[in-house]
């Protein structure tokens, strides 16, 4: 492709995008707005021009999947020397490169995961060392490194952003923790993948030789994904740039989702202030969903960041560039079970429509709603995968199948085309025509096949277009690339995914579910803050949909009991049948806010909860969510009964601080 060919396949925004050849630039993209097909035309049409070397620029996101969709798209635009690598691949390249030069000997070891560790350290301080504490404490030592946190800073750090300690733990029992995890990792000679980070950016900091050989190498940056980038991260590509300003950023803060595990959206936000002359290329022509989607995507985020006291501007409006589709559905089901049942069934449908099963997802906010859904979609004989299960390349029955590929790669016959070839080889590791007529282990054993098989046929496709032959040694070379990047082919089958695991993710059909208060946002959230970032993942749920969306709760969680659940605040005056003057208090304004004897009793509320945290030693998020506060104070319940009906209060809250509660609200109506 010339250059110019390059740039007729864009629109106005993506070619001010590629043609802004030097940095720094800010790209502000909207989700479905083609993120990466700019930046993959800007770094191709950066080499046709000559402006940059294809081995001179290193292009870093997030997933293994997202660098490896890059690598494909750069490939096919000409540009194959291109490093496109997640953060963490591209600096263990380099780490294991320098360690013998800059250390001596072998790099440790990576720990594959931390909860080993983290047992062990909890041990040695006096923490419980139960499998939920375990997991939680890990994922605080995470936070921790990836912000930048020591632990003799630990405890001013989480002060400063209210941030609850795991377990109802004090903040310095979790440094004692962290130190002594770091302890039990040099003890056994291992680094986690945060280590990687800090160990090489250490290198580039502090040996002049390592930072010469690196900027030397690599003189042009992109960093997809820039609304999740770490403080460790940012120190990183800092360490990287070495003072230059040679760096394209791209990202929307609207799909901040990540703020839990150290993301920030900070540095984004802050780019043309940090870098003077910055250009700023703003992406919102949506490319994905049809206006219906678009519209209430917009909707939703449209109250983004009130209430929370922060100056962040405002979102993103898309404007859908696909013609109309179907209305967007909503349902109220009875119960959980329900809810289940009816999505399966119209997910039956939209099969038997015609839509393939492959681009069907129903998206939840927790992994443990994913077993009601495998449960249903099993009894309506819809084929289902779930998203965060064992990695495609590490199943038994793919490595055993890349045996028989990579043996006959050296005696394929060149005549037979490479779809025939292919499925003949995987026939000897069981792959059959007809897939199975029962779920279980041997359909997901033939469903993971049948993908290398479809995957072989895309490979002849790309070859033929590109008028060569393609053969088994070029399909096994695409998965060797893929295994690298952990980019496995699609398999066939209705994706179920939580909110978080979809990010990055589309279908021509989505479900969203479980849309009550409480689930979304999570009674967990318990500051503003934590609630806009509810907020953010409803909006990347809506805007996973290219053309079907439905959006769903269910009023009870068994089927018989109490319809206590009500749709999520987030959704109010959006619903249908709502309206701006009914609506209940949530989108963009606490309960209460305007009701001067709700507010009173508000304050009451928080500090009888404050109190009662004290006296018991835990966070007040412990004792009752603020959100909770807020529903009490706008509702004010007068018996158990009613007291039950509110978000967050469940059956151990009502038996606890039920009558205290009831107590407080009492003497507030009446002072």
């Known amino acids: 492709m010339s250059p110019d060919d390059l740039l007729a396949a864009l629109d106005p925004e993506q070619r001010a ?12 993209a909207g989700a479905g707005t083609g993120k990466t097909r700019a930046i993959t035309h800007r770094i191709a049409y950066g080499i046709r021009t000559g402006v940059f070397r294809a081995d001179h620029v290193l292009a870093v996101t997030f997933t293994a999947r997202a660098a490896g969709e890059m690598r494909t ?44 560790l983290v047992a062990e350290a909890a041990r040695r301080v006096g923490l419980p060392a139960d499998r939920t504490g375990v997991r939680d404490l890990a994922a605080e030592v995470e936070w921790a490194k990836v912000s930048l946190v020591v632990p003799d800073e630990y405890a001013v750090a989480v002060a400063a952003v209210d941030r609850v300690v795991p377990g109802g733990h004090d903040a310095a029992a979790v440094a004692r923790l962290m130190t002594a995890y770091e302890q039990v990792k040099d003890e056994r000679g291992v680094i986690d993948f945060e280590d990687v980070l800090l160990l090489l950016a250490a290198m580039l900091a502090e040996r002049p030789d390592v930072g010469r050989e690196v900027r030397g190498q690599y003189r042009h940056f992109v960093v997809d994904e820039y609304q999740d980038v770490s403080p460790l991260q940012q120190y990183l590509l800092d360490q990287w740039l070495g003072g230059r300003d ?28 940090a870098h003077p002359g910055a250009q700023v290329v703003r992406l919102v022509r949506d490319y994905r969903s049809t206006p219906q989607v678009v519209e209430l995507a917009n909707r939703v985020i449209a109250h983004a960041g009130r209430g929370t006291g922060a100056s962040a501007p405002a979102p993103l409006e898309l404007r859908a560039q696909r013609p109309d589709g179907p209305a967007v559905r909503w349902a109220a089901y009875a119960d959980d079970e329900a809810e289940a049942a009816g999505i399966a069934a119209a997910a039956a449908r939209l099969v038997a429509d015609g839509v393939p099963a492959s681009q069907i997802a129903v998206l939840y906010r927790t992994n443990a709603q994913a077993e009601a859904f495998e449960e249903a979609l099993a009894s309506a004989g819809v084929a289902y995968q779930v998203r965060g299960g064992e990695r495609f390349f590490a199943r038994r029955d793919v490595r055993e199948a890349l045996v028989f590929l990579r043996g006959g790669a050296r005696a394929a016959d060149p005549d037979v085309p490479l779809g025939q070839a292919a499925r003949d080889l995987l026939r000897n590791a069981g792959w059959t025509e007809q897939a199975p007529t029962t779920r279980g282990a041997a359909r997901d054993r033939w469903e993971a096949l049948d993908a290398l098989a479809r995957l072989a046929d895309e490979v ?51 479900f969203l579910a479980g849309l009550s208060d409480g689930l979304l946002p999570t009674s967990l959230a318990e500051t503003p ?52 003057s009914t609506r209940r208090p949530g989108a963009g304004q606490a309960p209460g806010d305007d009701d001067p ?57 009502l038996a606890t601080v039920g009558d205290d509660v009831l107590a407080v609200l009492a003497r507030s109506v009446h002072a």
Do not use: M, N
């Not at 380099?94 to 070891?109: D, E, I």
């Not at 040679?246 to 959206?265: H, K, M, N, R, W």
């Not at 018989?560 to 709502?578: N, T, V």
């Open 17 to 28: 995008v590629a043609t802004a050849l030097r940095g720094p630039v800010c790209v502000l």
């Open 246 to 273: 040679e760096l394209c950023v791209v990202g929307d803060p609207s799909q901040t989702i990540y703020s839990f595990a150290g993301a920030t959206p900070h540095h984004l936000l802050t780019f043309a202030r």
């Open 460 to 510: 002849e496709a790309r070859a033929t277009s590109e008028g060569r032959h393609a053969s088994v040694a070029d399909l096994v070379a695409e998965l060797d690339e893929r295994a690298a990047a952990q980019h496995a082919p699609t398999v066939q089958g209705v994706t179920l995914a939580s909110l978080h695991a979809a990010k990055g993710l589309e279908w021509d059909a989505v």
């Open 529 to 580: 803050e934590a609630i806009e970032e509810e907020r953010r993942l409803l909006y990347v749920g809506v805007t996973r949909a290219r053309e079907h969306l439905q959006l769903s709760y269910a009023r009870s969680r068994l089927p018989g009991g109490r319809a206590s659940r009500r749709p999520s605040r987030f959704l109010d005056a959006l619903w249908p049948g709502a309206s701006g």
């Open 73 to 116: 798209r750069l490939r096919e635009l000409g540009a194959s020397g291109v490093q496109a690598r997640t953060f963490h691949a591209a600096a263990l390249r380099q780490l294991t490169y320098f360690w013998p030069k800059v250390v001596g000997g072998a790099p440790p070891r990576i720990a594959e995961a931390k909860a080993q």
């Open 597 to 653: 004897r709700a507010s009173a009793v508000l304050a009451a509320l928080t500090r009888w909860r404050d109190e009662r945290a004290r006296d018991l030693g835990v966070s007040p998020g412990r004792v009752l969510a603020t959100h909770a506060l807020h529903t009490l104070a706008a509702r004010r319940p007068s018996s158990r009964e009613e007291l039950a009906l509110v978000p967050g209060i469940g059956a151990q809250t």
